[in-house]
């Protein structure tokens, strides 16, 4: 009598009562996922969906976004303004008011005493486009610091600088459609299923569809590299050796787009000369890369070969000393084999933060809005013009990059700082220098959601900011889709949206009285619309608006007002489509309207395993944590399945120094120590180790970040330690201190 | 796999059907997303008539139950638009394809609205090679909703239905008291027991979702497309293998569960896991995986030294090492003295005479009133005590515990009904009473009742040391499912109940100066018969486990190292005194020596029995699936709950108990 029973049992599930659903773009990484908000008829948020018709997830979310709802009010935010003198002393509550003059006044002070470059703001990824651009509008209009950027300089700063080189002008050219398309795949230190599995699901349902040749390159055997067809387990650095190899392969057998090389490139002769020399012959570059002659050659045939290949890359290439030359030589590899603005053939970077693309169209962070240059006149003008201000208040030269900020804050040429949604004591290489660096500040100003994020401990004013759904705006993500979030929810506590802090603060210099600042996100991206206009501009928006990005779940850019005029025509069930792909005409952003092919050497300056360092330290993320684990930590159905440190080690290597699986270990290196948890496994070479870097007082104790010449990004992967035991009860009480929210 | 297919074939098919997007508009069941994925959508057009283990896959076909009954999900009346709702489901896991993201897991705790320590499905994973050679093979693993559900046939309360709708296998919290007994034997970890709610609660099928045509929510999330559900026996579109197995996955016999597998893509021949669980998967002749200990295992860095490891000997179950040695010491201390005086033993009768018969009825009444005492706190709902007596049709627990309350009712009216023999109740009743109550009812009849009591004691027991052996006969955790727990419940009943009576009975009968020989004789016996029952099961029990290529031989290596000394120790107690008792009852007589010597014999095998169940219960390891670094990673969590990371609820580890 399995299922008879007289009296049958109730079957309960929690059951939502939703009455209405607020559309949103996820907040964390860049694949741009939309998310469906819930609300019950108390207006509270009590669950979410992925947006079925969204083209971008279709319906999917990965483990963050799906519980991304449940950190509204998670433990830790910030719920008014808090202020102190020093930063050893204790806050003490504020209005919005007095910490607002607070800021306002010490900036002044500092300016007026040390210049107006000796205030820096830093500011993030994870912000609505619409306060990037008010952002911008402040730091550049109104406080006027040259020594403004954001933390995107950790993430993506290489490829937007690789892009500008080869192309003239920022912007991925393909999207995640080119995957139907391709017929050959190849990822860069790129691990899609942990860190974008969204794009890797889009990835998996073209190769379900169709099978493609997928190559991955990576020191790791990460998910991605287990599955590919050929995995290039790649000496850490050395990325530019494969390709410049790689490129001796393809013009020694010919097998080049000549065409396309003459019509659209400029620097063929250059690079041919380079790339031909012995250096790169794959029978001397294996030695140097890790990878045998014959893959070299297998690999290069046939990614030249298929009628379309693409590249991805993400932090492998990004996050190195040859970041921006690691970028430009994997568009010389789309550019000679013509493999450029067309589908199935790109040069995709697949961006970290949400926003990303948006503080790098719209911030001003290096320059003016709407990829402007501070070093051409005319852009200086008409912004200025545009704005109200005088064009002398800018300054002509682009100032220093987020990781030269801190160094010059060592060096004391800055005294005062405004970070905004940024945790550099977590995330900026060697914690022990910016511990330091942070001491000696004048003046800080933290501004985040969370009051315990851990560079909240140096600050002389906290700002609690509203965060995702509690406010409105935009995001682009990696394929240049614009997607909007609708606010869902009061703001918690007293807390504010980002642009009303900056709104407000404008109110307290002189040129905010004279510059407009909108009220509304909507109002700033009105402003936006009219500045993205302009002839042979790819960053063009101005066809988009609120409503509009909502019914297409997104909208890539460019999406011009004749765009918008075509797509009055659609009936209510179709969606506007912006543009799938740059550079299809092969015209590109540079004065003679061809793409550069950059010669790039290889330099070896990395810090190598030594005889007394004798492990490669490699980092990178979990899928489900998101960057300092700020919020994710705080959610227990992520950080239960990561919820201390540990580090991934050769069991082999384990084997010689008696280190054991799931027990500590302190690592040292020539910045300092960290103790970690040793998980063995062989997905690690015997002389590498991998650390998660989302952890508080971990990976970034170690690391040394030398940083890219172009990019200023630092080489977060790239660096040596050395393995001591350590007492396990002591490192176990550490583990737990240093978990503490 | 061939041969059941083609014996499937020869069964009649239910072709031709096309099932359409089932017709949900305004369902109250569950809202359909405004334009909702074909991924997210059932797509059985075909549908088999039997499964791959000859069992209909209609189950109104199977059960004769009507169709179209409603399922009242959270009491709503409205019958769901899905045309399969009568047909038996389950998952399809394509290994192949598991990215390990995490995002089913993330759905299921979502939609189920679970806090970070419980899941209904978790994700952990096996791995092997040598770099860069090297694979993971990520599992992800909820409720199977088998064809025999042991969790429904288990529970002691009938908190499970197995549903003719879908064969969903759904569980009521509220009727569950959290004994955990499901927990026990399902061999995938399904049932999840909260400690802080107290109560089991589990895969739900999403029959919400179901209702309107809709996959499960982890099945509508999955990334990797690795996770799929259908009709059983259906393959989706896209894959061609319907595996029963795949390295690390328990042996499907034990439920029929209702999962297939793709894994086409070889693994390596050894793949570890990487949680703390010292079992590892080998390939074996056939190309499937054995299981095999891992002496590499990560809580046994020392490798394979011998440790103490006396206060791990405590755990969540040691009011369950209590009820089993308190019950079965009860039932063999009355058992002797009764028995004996029924069958005219002079020493035994002489004892029944004595004023220490009561007392020692009395104390055999308590202990096993602690027992079960002990054995109710142990549960999470302990009010609801009496819903244990609710699926004696099927539970052992269930009959377990009608046995043993049943022995210690009778008990207990033996008890009542030997008062008035009593010498010491005759003198309280005519100081106190006015002898009161042997003005009532005369001695005489009141023994004929007794022993009446008496003798629906003895049955009553039996059932209930049976059933209570039965309990542990459990497929799912190998190291019990050995005939060595009847030797050890019924040789313990015997060995520790002969040593409690016979201590009353010579010590009694010494006083009064009765010769208390004889008893002293039966009750070593007793005690030499039970220890070696209990020693003989041990060694067979110690060899089957060391040769076992099961989960067993992983729980006997910890038994071996970590538990070694104590272990070692036990065994040794054992021995010696097996040794003691023979030489007691060869050579010793009953002089004031042989009594000294019995006594130790005694508290020697309290000592070996104490320590011998305790292990018992701490070295089972269950046939579950592989976990991960943290997750479902017990060496971890136990990590966790001693270095206070535990108190974090995001940890997801529930901490100790103040």
């Given at each position: 009598m399995l299922f008879g029973r007289k009296n049958r049992k109730p079957i309960v599930i929690p059951k939502k009562e939703v009455v209405e659903w607020k559309y949103s773009t996820c907040n964390y990484c860049s694949t741009g996922c939309s998310i469906e908000l819930g609300l019950n008829d108390q207006g509270k948020v009590v669950t979410s969906r992925g947006h079925a018709g969204a083209d971008v997830n279709r319906g999917k979310l990965c483990i963050k976004g799906l519980l991304e709802h449940d950190l509204f009010d998670s433990a830790g935010r910030g719920s008014q303004p808090l202020m102190r003198d020093k930063a050893y002393e204790s806050f003490e509550p504020a209005s919005w008011d007095q910490a607002l003059d607070r800021t306002a006044e010490k900036i002044k002070d500092i300016q007026e005493k040390y210049g107006r470059d000796a205030f820096a703001v830093v500011s993030t990824g994870q912000l609505m486009t619409e306060e990037f651009y008010t952002l911008g509008k402040l730091a550049r209009g109104c406080i006027g610091s040259n020594n403004y950027d954001g933390n995107t300089t950790l993430c993506m700063a290489s490829a937007v600088s690789g892009y500008k080189r080869s192309f003239g002008s920022d912007g991925p050219p393909g999207c995640y459609e080119d995957f139907e398309y391709t017929e050959c795949f190849m990822a860069f230190g790129s691990n899609l299923p942990e860190q974008h599995p969204i794009i890797y699901w889009r990835l998996k349902e073209a190769r379900e569809k169709r099978s493609f040749p997928m190559i991955v390159v990576d020191p790791r055997v990460t998910m991605l590299a287990q599955f590919a067809d050929i995995h290039l387990p790649i000496t850490p650095g050395t990325d530019c050796v494969l390709i410049n190899s790689m490129l001796h392969v393809i013009f020694s057998e010919g097998l080049q787009d000549q065409s396309y090389i003459d019509a659209h490139t400029n620097g063929s002769k250059e690079l041919i000369e380079l790339v031909m020399s012995d250096t790169y012959d794959p029978k001397v570059a294996q030695h140097v890369c890790g990878i045998d002659e014959d893959r070299i050659r297998t690999v290069a045939r046939i990614y030249a070969r298929a009628g379309s290949a693409m590249s991805i890359w993400t932090m492998g290439i990004n996050q190195s000393t040859h970041g921006s030359d690691g970028v430009a030589n994997i568009n010389n590899l789309n550019l000679v084999t013509g493999n450029i603005g067309k589908p199935g053939g790109t040069s995709l970077s697949i961006t970290g933060q949400c926003n990303a693309m948006g503080t790098r169209e719209w911030s001003s962070c290096s320059g003016l809005p709407g990829y402007r240059y501070l070093e051409n006149e005319k852009d200086r003008e008409y912004i200025a013009d545009f704005w109200g201000i005088d064009p002398e208040f800018f300054p002509k030269k682009r100032g220093l990059a987020q990781t030269d900020i801190f160094p010059a804050i060592e060096t004391g040429e800055i005294k005062g700082m405004w970070l905004i949604a940024t945790n550099p004591m977590t995330s900026m290489a060697d914690t022990a220098r910016m511990r330091k660096i942070m001491e000696k500040l004048d003046f800080l100003v933290v501004q985040d959601c969370y009051e315990d994020v851990e560079t909240n401990q140096f600050s002389h004013v906290y700002f609690p900011a509203a965060v995702w759904a509690e406010k409105e705006g935009c995001h682009t993500n990696t394929e240049r889709r614009v997607n909007l979030t609708r606010t869902a929810l009061q703001c918690y506590g007293d807390s504010k949206p980002d642009l009303w802090i900056f709104n407000q603060l404008s109110k307290r210099f002189d040129n905010g009285k004279v510059i407009n600042f909108p009220e509304s996100a909507e109002g700033a991206f009105e402003e936006m619309k009219k500045l993205s206009v302009g002839a042979g501009r790819t960053l063009d928006i101005s066809g988009m608006s609120y409503d509009k990005i909502e019914r297409a779940q997104g909208i890539q850019w460019p999406y011009t007002e004749a765009d918008a005029k075509r797509d009055a025509q659609l009936s209510p069930e179709e969606k506007p489509k912006g543009a799938s792909r740059l550079y299809t005409d092969g015209k590109f952003q540079t004065a003679d309207g061809k793409a550069n092919l950059i010669s790039v050497d290889f330099i070896n300056n990395n810090e190598q395993p030594c005889q007394d360092f004798p492990f490669w330290l490699n980092s990178g993320r979990v899928v489900e944590h998101f960057h300092t684990r700020t919020r994710t930590g705080k959610v227990g159905n992520c950080n239960k399945f990561s919820p201390t440190p540990y580090m991934e080690m050769n069991p082999d290597a384990a084997a010689e120094l008696g280190v054991v699986h799931q027990q500590y270990v302190r690592l040292a290196s020539r910045r300092g120590d960290a103790v970690v948890m040793v998980q063995l496994t062989h997905r690690v070479p015997r002389n590498m180790v991998f650390i998660p870097f989302h952890y508080h007082d971990c990976v970034n104790r170690l690391t040394l970040g030398l940083l890219d010449p172009y990019s200023r990004q630092p080489a977060f992967k790239q660096c040596s330690v050395r393995i001591e035991p350590v007492d396990q009860d002591e490192a176990a009480a550490l583990n737990v201190q240093r978990r503490a929210f | 796999m061939n041969e059941l297919v083609e014996g499937l074939s020869s069964g009649k098919q239910n072709t031709g059907i096309v099932v359409e997007t089932p017709k949900s508009d305004g369902s109250t069941l569950w809202e359909i997303r405004t334009e909702e994925q074909p991924y997210a959508f059932l797509s059985d057009n075909e549908i088999k008539e039997e499964n791959r283990y000859g069992q209909k896959i209609d189950l109104v076909d199977l059960t004769g139950l009507p169709e179209d009954r409603s399922m009242f999900i959270n009491e709503n009346p409205e019958v769901g638009c899905?045309?399969?709702?009568n047909k038996q489901h389950g998952f399809f896991f394509t290994a192949d394809n598991c990215i390990g993201c995490h995002a089913c897991e993330a759905a299921c705790s979502e939609k189920n609205e679970n806090p970070a320590h419980i899941a209904f499905r978790s994700v952990g994973y096996v791995e092997g090679g040598s770099f860069p050679d090297y694979k993971r093979m990520n599992i992800s693993m909820a409720c199977n909703h088998c064809d025999d559900p042991v969790c429904l046939k288990g529970c002691p309360t009938a908190a499970y239905t197995k549903h003719a709708e879908y064969g969903a296998v759904l569980q009521d919290p509220d009727t569950c008291f959290g004994c955990g007994y499901c927990t026990w034997v399902c061999p995938y970890n399904a049932p999840q027991l909260d400690p802080i709610q107290g109560q089991v609660s589990k895969c739900n099928m999403c029959v919400d979702r179901l209702e309107v045509g809709l996959k499960p929510s982890c099945v509508s999330a999955c990334v990797g497309n690795a996770l799929d559900f259908g009709v059983i026996e259906n393959v989706p579109e896209n894959r061609d293998q319907a595996k029963t197995s795949i390295p690390g996955f328990p042996d499907p016999e034990i439920t029929h569960p209702n999962i297939r597998f793709q894994q086409i893509t070889q693994m390596p021949d050894e793949m570890k896991r990487t949680d703390s669980t010292p079992v590892k998967y080998q390939k074996d002749e056939k190309g499937g995986y054995k299981t095999v200990v891992n002496q590499a295992a990560s809580n046994n860095s020392k490798g394979q030294q011998r440790h103490w490891n006396l206060g791990k000997l405590s755990s969540r179950e040691t009011p369950l090492v209590l009820f089993t040695l308190m019950a079965q010491a009860s039932i063999g201390a009355f058992a002797l003295p009764f028995i004996g005086s029924q069958f005219g033993v002079e020493s035994l009768v002489a004892f029944r005479d004595t004023v220490a018969y009561v007392p020692l009825a009395i104390l055999s009444f308590l202990m096993v009133g602690l027992g079960l005492f002990m054995s109710s706190m142990h549960l999470g709902k302990p009010k609801r005590f009496y819903r244990g007596f609710n699926n004696w049709r099927h539970s052992p627990v269930c009959r377990e515990g009608l046995g043993i309350a049943a022995f210690m009712g009778a008990l207990g009216m033996h008890i009542l009904f030997s008062l008035p023999d009593n010498s010491l109740f005759q003198s309280l009743d005519s100081t106190l009473f006015g002898g009161i109550f042997s003005q009532l009812i005369s001695a005489n009849w009141t023994i004929s009742i007794a022993n009446v009591f008496g003798w629906l004691a003895l049955p009553s027991a039996l059932v209930g040391l049976y059933y209570m052996n039965r309990c542990y006969r459990i497929k799912a955790r190998p190291f019990w499912n050995h005939w060595q727990v009847i030797t050890s419940f019924f040789g313990n009943a015997l060995s520790l109940g002969a040593f409690i009576s016979g201590l009353v009975i010579v010590t009694t009968l010494a006083l009064l100066g009765v010769s208390y020989s004889s008893a002293l004789i039966i009750a070593g016996v007793l005690m030499l018969v039970g220890l070696t029952a209990e020693s003989i099961g041990l060694v067979a029990h110690g060899k089957a486990m060391n040769d076992a290529t099961h989960e067993g031989a992983a729980s006997h290596f910890i038994q071996c190292t970590t538990f070694g000394n104590t272990y070692y120790l036990r065994n040794t107690l054992l021995g010696f005194n097996l040794l003691l008792m023979a030489g007691l009852l060869a050579f010793a007589g009953d002089g004031t020596i042989a009594l000294i010597g019995w006594a130790c014999a005694g508290l020697l095998l309290v000592v070996s029995s104490v320590v011998g169940r305790a292990l018992f219960y701490v070295l089972v390891i269950p046939t579950t699936m592989p976990g991960a670094f943290f997750w479902k990673n017990k060496g971890f969590e136990q990590h966790a709950r001693d270095i206070g990371l535990a108190e974090m609820p995001q940890v997801g580890v529930i901490p100790n108990a103040h």
């Amino acid at each position: 009598m399995l299922f008879g029973r007289k009296n049958r049992k109730p079957i309960v599930i929690p059951k939502k009562e939703v009455v209405e659903w607020k559309y949103s773009t996820c907040n964390y990484c860049s694949t741009g996922c939309s998310i469906e908000l819930g609300l019950n008829d108390q207006g509270k948020v009590v669950t979410s969906r992925g947006h079925a018709g969204a083209d971008v997830n279709r319906g999917k979310l990965c483990i963050k976004g799906l519980l991304e709802h449940d950190l509204f009010d998670s433990a830790g935010r910030g719920s008014q303004p808090l202020m102190r003198d020093k930063a050893y002393e204790s806050f003490e509550p504020a209005s919005w008011d007095q910490a607002l003059d607070r800021t306002a006044e010490k900036i002044k002070d500092i300016q007026e005493k040390y210049g107006r470059d000796a205030f820096a703001v830093v500011s993030t990824g994870q912000l609505m486009t619409e306060e990037f651009y008010t952002l911008g509008k402040l730091a550049r209009g109104c406080i006027g610091s040259n020594n403004y950027d954001g933390n995107t300089t950790l993430c993506m700063a290489s490829a937007v600088s690789g892009y500008k080189r080869s192309f003239g002008s920022d912007g991925p050219p393909g999207c995640y459609e080119d995957f139907e398309y391709t017929e050959c795949f190849m990822a860069f230190g790129s691990n899609l299923p942990e860190q974008h599995p969204i794009i890797y699901w889009r990835l998996k349902e073209a190769r379900e569809k169709r099978s493609f040749p997928m190559i991955v390159v990576d020191p790791r055997v990460t998910m991605l590299a287990q599955f590919a067809d050929i995995h290039l387990p790649i000496t850490p650095g050395t990325d530019c050796v494969l390709i410049n190899s790689m490129l001796h392969v393809i013009f020694s057998e010919g097998l080049q787009d000549q065409s396309y090389i003459d019509a659209h490139t400029n620097g063929s002769k250059e690079l041919i000369e380079l790339v031909m020399s012995d250096t790169y012959d794959p029978k001397v570059a294996q030695h140097v890369c890790g990878i045998d002659e014959d893959r070299i050659r297998t690999v290069a045939r046939i990614y030249a070969r298929a009628g379309s290949a693409m590249s991805i890359w993400t932090m492998g290439i990004n996050q190195s000393t040859h970041g921006s030359d690691g970028v430009a030589n994997i568009n010389n590899l789309n550019l000679v084999t013509g493999n450029i603005g067309k589908p199935g053939g790109t040069s995709l970077s697949i961006t970290g933060q949400c926003n990303a693309m948006g503080t790098r169209e719209w911030s001003s962070c290096s320059g003016l809005p709407g990829y402007r240059y501070l070093e051409n006149e005319k852009d200086r003008e008409y912004i200025a013009d545009f704005w109200g201000i005088d064009p002398e208040f800018f300054p002509k030269k682009r100032g220093l990059a987020q990781t030269d900020i801190f160094p010059a804050i060592e060096t004391g040429e800055i005294k005062g700082m405004w970070l905004i949604a940024t945790n550099p004591m977590t995330s900026m290489a060697d914690t022990a220098r910016m511990r330091k660096i942070m001491e000696k500040l004048d003046f800080l100003v933290v501004q985040d959601c969370y009051e315990d994020v851990e560079t909240n401990q140096f600050s002389h004013v906290y700002f609690p900011a509203a965060v995702w759904a509690e406010k409105e705006g935009c995001h682009t993500n990696t394929e240049r889709r614009v997607n909007l979030t609708r606010t869902a929810l009061q703001c918690y506590g007293d807390s504010k949206p980002d642009l009303w802090i900056f709104n407000q603060l404008s109110k307290r210099f002189d040129n905010g009285k004279v510059i407009n600042f909108p009220e509304s996100a909507e109002g700033a991206f009105e402003e936006m619309k009219k500045l993205s206009v302009g002839a042979g501009r790819t960053l063009d928006i101005s066809g988009m608006s609120y409503d509009k990005i909502e019914r297409a779940q997104g909208i890539q850019w460019p999406y011009t007002e004749a765009d918008a005029k075509r797509d009055a025509q659609l009936s209510p069930e179709e969606k506007p489509k912006g543009a799938s792909r740059l550079y299809t005409d092969g015209k590109f952003q540079t004065a003679d309207g061809k793409a550069n092919l950059i010669s790039v050497d290889f330099i070896n300056n990395n810090e190598q395993p030594c005889q007394d360092f004798p492990f490669w330290l490699n980092s990178g993320r979990v899928v489900e944590h998101f960057h300092t684990r700020t919020r994710t930590g705080k959610v227990g159905n992520c950080n239960k399945f990561s919820p201390t440190p540990y580090m991934e080690m050769n069991p082999d290597a384990a084997a010689e120094l008696g280190v054991v699986h799931q027990q500590y270990v302190r690592l040292a290196s020539r910045r300092g120590d960290a103790v970690v948890m040793v998980q063995l496994t062989h997905r690690v070479p015997r002389n590498m180790v991998f650390i998660p870097f989302h952890y508080h007082d971990c990976v970034n104790r170690l690391t040394l970040g030398l940083l890219d010449p172009y990019s200023r990004q630092p080489a977060f992967k790239q660096c040596s330690v050395r393995i001591e035991p350590v007492d396990q009860d002591e490192a176990a009480a550490l583990n737990v201190q240093r978990r503490a929210f | 796999m061939n041969e059941l297919v083609e014996g499937l074939s020869s069964g009649k098919q239910n072709t031709g059907i096309v099932v359409e997007t089932p017709k949900s508009d305004g369902s109250t069941l569950w809202e359909i997303r405004t334009e909702e994925q074909p991924y997210a959508f059932l797509s059985d057009n075909e549908i088999k008539e039997e499964n791959r283990y000859g069992q209909k896959i209609d189950l109104v076909d199977l059960t004769g139950l009507p169709e179209d009954r409603s399922m009242f999900i959270n009491e709503n009346p409205e019958v769901g638009c899905n045309p399969n709702r009568n047909k038996q489901h389950g998952f399809f896991f394509t290994a192949d394809n598991c990215i390990g993201c995490h995002a089913c897991e993330a759905a299921c705790s979502e939609k189920n609205e679970n806090p970070a320590h419980i899941a209904f499905r978790s994700v952990g994973y096996v791995e092997g090679g040598s770099f860069p050679d090297y694979k993971r093979m990520n599992i992800s693993m909820a409720c199977n909703h088998c064809d025999d559900p042991v969790c429904l046939k288990g529970c002691p309360t009938a908190a499970y239905t197995k549903h003719a709708e879908y064969g969903a296998v759904l569980q009521d919290p509220d009727t569950c008291f959290g004994c955990g007994y499901c927990t026990w034997v399902c061999p995938y970890n399904a049932p999840q027991l909260d400690p802080i709610q107290g109560q089991v609660s589990k895969c739900n099928m999403c029959v919400d979702r179901l209702e309107v045509g809709l996959k499960p929510s982890c099945v509508s999330a999955c990334v990797g497309n690795a996770l799929d559900f259908g009709v059983i026996e259906n393959v989706p579109e896209n894959r061609d293998q319907a595996k029963t197995s795949i390295p690390g996955f328990p042996d499907p016999e034990i439920t029929h569960p209702n999962i297939r597998f793709q894994q086409i893509t070889q693994m390596p021949d050894e793949m570890k896991r990487t949680d703390s669980t010292p079992v590892k998967y080998q390939k074996d002749e056939k190309g499937g995986y054995k299981t095999v200990v891992n002496q590499a295992a990560s809580n046994n860095s020392k490798g394979q030294q011998r440790h103490w490891n006396l206060g791990k000997l405590s755990s969540r179950e040691t009011p369950l090492v209590l009820f089993t040695l308190m019950a079965q010491a009860s039932i063999g201390a009355f058992a002797l003295p009764f028995i004996g005086s029924q069958f005219g033993v002079e020493s035994l009768v002489a004892f029944r005479d004595t004023v220490a018969y009561v007392p020692l009825a009395i104390l055999s009444f308590l202990m096993v009133g602690l027992g079960l005492f002990m054995s109710s706190m142990h549960l999470g709902k302990p009010k609801r005590f009496y819903r244990g007596f609710n699926n004696w049709r099927h539970s052992p627990v269930c009959r377990e515990g009608l046995g043993i309350a049943a022995f210690m009712g009778a008990l207990g009216m033996h008890i009542l009904f030997s008062l008035p023999d009593n010498s010491l109740f005759q003198s309280l009743d005519s100081t106190l009473f006015g002898g009161i109550f042997s003005q009532l009812i005369s001695a005489n009849w009141t023994i004929s009742i007794a022993n009446v009591f008496g003798w629906l004691a003895l049955p009553s027991a039996l059932v209930g040391l049976y059933y209570m052996n039965r309990c542990y006969r459990i497929k799912a955790r190998p190291f019990w499912n050995h005939w060595q727990v009847i030797t050890s419940f019924f040789g313990n009943a015997l060995s520790l109940g002969a040593f409690i009576s016979g201590l009353v009975i010579v010590t009694t009968l010494a006083l009064l100066g009765v010769s208390y020989s004889s008893a002293l004789i039966i009750a070593g016996v007793l005690m030499l018969v039970g220890l070696t029952a209990e020693s003989i099961g041990l060694v067979a029990h110690g060899k089957a486990m060391n040769d076992a290529t099961h989960e067993g031989a992983a729980s006997h290596f910890i038994q071996c190292t970590t538990f070694g000394n104590t272990y070692y120790l036990r065994n040794t107690l054992l021995g010696f005194n097996l040794l003691l008792m023979a030489g007691l009852l060869a050579f010793a007589g009953d002089g004031t020596i042989a009594l000294i010597g019995w006594a130790c014999a005694g508290l020697l095998l309290v000592v070996s029995s104490v320590v011998g169940r305790a292990l018992f219960y701490v070295l089972v390891i269950p046939t579950t699936m592989p976990g991960a670094f943290f997750w479902k990673n017990k060496g971890f969590e136990q990590h966790a709950r001693d270095i206070g990371l535990a108190e974090m609820p995001q940890v997801g580890v529930i901490p100790n108990a103040h």
